[in-house]
């Protein structure tokens, strides 16, 4: 269990718990990776960190507790991994920059005031299938009406008729995907070329003939001059082949997961929209170092991808052509 920690910690695989208090009133923390064998994130962990601008989730946690995330005010967008059962009474009360809200599909409970007062939120992305009932205070001063709810294909109609999803001022089908299964041993994916269009999330695991599968690449040319407006990728990603978003001239914004270990050549070239690039904390590959909006080859000191809002850090050595 991690009892403490403070604005330099980079929490180790071998933790399992993030422990209650952790990280309390630690202002100047401004990013955290929460690695993959963690199961549960204490009461209060990170709470008034108010500072922090990037989470990135492990894919085993299944509890959030009571407060975990209380008052995070620069905190813009958070992804709710499958594995995450429930989240707690006040979780993210007052994350009031909180804009971008992912959900994933293995969520049943969410506590009181959940997301109280987070006022700029304008996107939910929702995997949950099996929809439940929550407290009316779960989304309290938050405008849904101004705000988009993305749904599983096929179950528009019903969240709209549910009494609490149903309040969403927007209700948008996610877009279904093609997939090829790179290996049927380690039961892995990757999308595959098609005429997509509109907001694109990719999940975690999808289903070919009845069996589970990770996605953990973006093919070649998966989404090539596609009109993509928005793109969501999952945790377990490991790399995006060459060519893969090139001419998604709608898309304005890309964040890579931290466990993308390669990105091919002229992947988002041609993203004429494209202003906000970000590295997830915890890559050992990439990096958006000094809030660059850039991808940089981490220990090649090369700048992989730029867009519309990169900023050039004097340490970048190289640009890929």
Not at 36 to 58: D, E, H, M
Request: net charge negative.
């Amino acid at each position: 269990m991690l009892i403490q920690g403070c604005k330099n910690t980079t929490i180790p695989n071998s933790v399992t718990t993030i422990g209650d208090y952790a990280f309390l009133n630690c202002s100047g923390l401004t990013s955290i990776g929460i690695p993959n064998n963690v199961t549960s994130i204490g009461k209060r962990a990170f709470c008034y960190c108010t500072g922090l601008t990037s989470v990135s989730i492990g894919s085993s946690v299944t509890s959030i507790a009571d407060d975990a995330f209380y008052q995070c005010t620069d905190l813009t967008s958070i992804s709710i991994p499958n594995s995450v059962k429930s989240i707690g009474q006040n979780s993210f009360y007052y994350c009031s920059s909180l804009s971008n809200l992912k959900l994933g599909n293995g969520l049943t409970t969410f506590g009181l005031y959940a997301f109280k007062n987070c006022n700029t939120l304008t996107e939910v992305h929702s995997e949950i299938k099996d929809l439940f009932d929550f407290p009316a205070n779960v989304f309290q001063n938050v405008n849904l009406s101004n705000c988009t709810l993305y749904v599983p294909q096929g179950m528009h109609d019903e969240y709209l008729i549910h009494a609490m999803w149903g309040r969403f001022g927007r209700i948008i089908e996610e877009i279904p995907l093609r997939y090829d299964i790179i290996s049927e041993n380690d039961r892995n994916c990757e999308v595959v070329h098609d005429e997509y269009s509109g907001p694109i999330i990719v999940p975690e695991t999808t289903i070919i003939n009845e069996v589970t599968y990770h996605v953990v690449g973006i093919g070649e040319e998966a989404f090539a001059n596609c009109n993509v407006t928005e793109v969501s990728l999952p945790h377990g990603l490991e790399y995006i082949n060459s060519g893969a978003f090139n001419g998604c001239r709608s898309v304005k914004s890309i964040t890579i997961p931290r466990e993308v270990e390669y990105i091919g050549e002229e992947a988002f070239a041609s993203c004429d929209s494209l202003t906000t690039m970000v590295v997830e904390s915890g890559n050992s590959v990439y990096d958006s170092r000094e809030g660059c909006n850039a991808i940089i080859h981490t220990s090649s000191n090369t700048l992989v991808a730029g867009c519309n809002g990169t900023i050039i850090p004097s340490s970048v050595t190289n640009i890929w052509p």
